[in-house]
């Protein structure tokens, strides 16, 4: 539960940023908001590290995707930074290196990070394994769900809406969110023994915000299969009980 209330409010940060990029979002009651959301911006910050590389690469794809001015918003500046603060304190906290002296990775001996790149590479993929096995049964569901879906809310295709696919900044913005799943892994290569299901909750939203973004991106083609109504509607009710 506790895990989950982080993932929860740590969205919600990355929800609001994403605001004040698109709508230059302001926040009500600014002598009490402000305040507020800065120190909210710090221990969002000092909450996970594995979500702190993640939320970083995708304020920074939607910055420059957006070809937005951030250097003009002193809000959002201050805000990152104090995100970053809160991020440094949870990077060098002593226990992350009693964590990894005592893993079987040998990442760090007397308080020294010893690792070669071709392990942290082993660590890496063997975590991604872990995370792609866990997250299978979601995987499989979430893509039929969504494929099922656009089926039943058949969409017409026109030449307008085909024109979405020449959208190429929506499209490297979707893929930010693959990329950013696997970044939420580089933390656990220092101490693989520390990934386990429960860690995976942000590798499992971004990759389910992935597929289902990429497969609406794609709805007007995936429409136009020939797929049965009752067919959707079955797996739609098969698969959603999975979920």
């Known amino acids: 539960i506790q895990y989950m209330f982080i993932t929860l409010l740590s969205f919600l940060w990355l929800f609001i940023i994403f605001k004040k990029i698109d709508d230059n979002y302001s926040l009500k009651y600014p002598f009490v908001s402000y305040p507020v959301f800065f120190m909210f911006s710090f221990l969002i910050g000092s909450g996970n590290q594995s979500w702190a590389l993640v939320s970083l690469f995708l304020i920074a794809s939607k910055i420059i995707i957006n070809k937005y001015k951030f250097y003009k918003n002193k809000t959002l500046i201050f805000s990152i930074l104090l995100f970053c603060s809160g991020a440094t304190l949870m990077f060098i906290a002593p226990g992350n290196f009693s964590r990894?002296?005592?893993?079987?990775?040998?990442?760090?001996?007397?308080?020294?990070?010893?690792?070669?790149?071709?392990?942290?590479?082993?660590?890496?993929?063997?975590?991604?394994?872990?995370?792609?096995?866990?997250?299978?049964?979601?995987?499989?569901?979430?893509?039929?769900?969504?494929?099922?879906?656009?089926?039943?809310?058949?969409?017409?295709?026109?030449?307008?809406?085909?024109?979405?696919?020449?959208?190429?900044?929506?499209?490297?913005?979707?893929?930010?969110?693959?990329?950013?799943?696997?970044?939420?892994?580089?933390?656990?290569?220092?101490?693989?023994?520390?990934?386990?299901?429960?860690?995976?909750?942000?590798?499992?939203?971004?990759?389910?915000?992935?597929?289902?973004?990429?497969?609406?991106?794609?709805?007007?083609?995936?429409?136009?299969?020939?797929?049965?109504?009752?067919?959707?509607?079955?797996?739609?009710?098969?698969?959603?009980?999975?979920?």
């Open 100 to 243: 990894a002296s005592i893993s079987s990775a040998k990442t760090v001996t007397n308080g020294l990070f010893d690792i070669s790149i071709l392990v942290l590479f082993k660590n890496y993929f063997l975590v991604l394994k872990k995370y792609i096995v866990w997250n299978i049964p979601l995987i499989l569901s979430a893509t039929i769900i969504k494929i099922a879906l656009i089926v039943i809310n058949k969409h017409t295709i026109d030449e307008k809406k085909e024109s979405i696919l020449y959208d190429k900044m929506k499209l490297y913005f979707i893929l930010s969110f693959l990329i950013g799943a696997l970044i939420n892994i580089i933390p656990f290569a220092l101490s693989p023994e520390s990934a386990v299901p429960r860690t995976s909750i942000f590798f499992r939203i971004l990759i389910f915000i992935f597929i289902w973004t990429l497969l609406d991106y794609f709805k007007n083609y995936i429409s136009s299969f020939k797929i049965h109504k009752k067919f959707a509607s079955f797996s739609l009710i098969v698969f959603g009980s999975i979920v």
